[in-house]
């Protein structure tokens, strides 16, 4: 095989939730610039749009919103048939344990563990049913490996996303569906500027744990997940890659 066999995605169809922007942007890209025939998932029809015109390779464009359980039905019937499906849409909340009421630890626990769920149960039925050899990814975080203060309801909940993928990929990988996590560490997007923002010590303490000395690029997360759901990645199964420049392990 040559290396666009082995790399390639065409004439593969694939879904990104959180599309729009950040990470999410940058993997749809990736697998698009493989060859894959990507949607864009999100909440503001706007936001998908510029990024799909941004893309370009064809790129269309879905509103859903995670958190709406009840309505996903009606949007994977709309987008149809899957093999790749990339689970990044997320959010969080930097706020000290004791002050955070459950309702606020539902609203990002339901986007990034109940919400990707819920999709995902949806999209891999049809795999199933239409004999399709699937590949269905979860965005977790170094966070889920070494903690943070501040941030609890998100590591808890990117601490389930490696739970799901080991359940899952023993469940499905005899039925032809691979199922993996990738881990970002300390990605340079707005998410990062903004919670860094007004506050250089923690700044500082996250730039002197990373051994590669710099922050990460949104396609370093893109690439990984489009090598995850390409063939040189077939026997690749139930693994969370940590994509941090050492950052999870540096001092």
Known sequence: MNLDAVYGLEGQRALVTGGGTG??????????????????????????????QEIGHDCTTVVLDITDTAGL????????????????????????FEDQTLAEFDQVFDVHVRGALALSRLVMRRMLAEGRAGN??????????????????????????????????????????????????????????NATRGDPARKEKIMSRIPMGHLGQTEDIGWCCAFLASPAARYING????VDGGGATGF
């Open 23 to 52: 990470i999410g942007k940058a993997i749809a890209n990736c697998l698009a610039q493989s060859g894959a025939e990507v949607t864009l998932a999100g909440r503001r029809a706007e936001v998908l749009s510029a990024a799909a």
């Open 73 to 96: 039905a009606d949007a994977e019937a709309e987008i149809g048939p899957l093999d790749i499906l990339v689970n990044n849409a997320g959010n969080t909340l930097k706020k000290a």
């Open 136 to 193: 269905v990814q979860f965005l977790s975080s170094m966070t889920a490996f070494i903690g943070q203060p501040m941030v609890s309801g998100y590591t808890i909940s990117k601490t389930a996303i490696n739970g799901v993928v080991r359940g899952l990929s023993a469940e499905f990988a005899s039925r032809g569906i691979r199922v993996n996590g990738v881990a970002p560490g300390w990605i340079d997007t707005d998410i990062f500027r």
């Open 239 to 242: 693994q969370v890659i940590l």
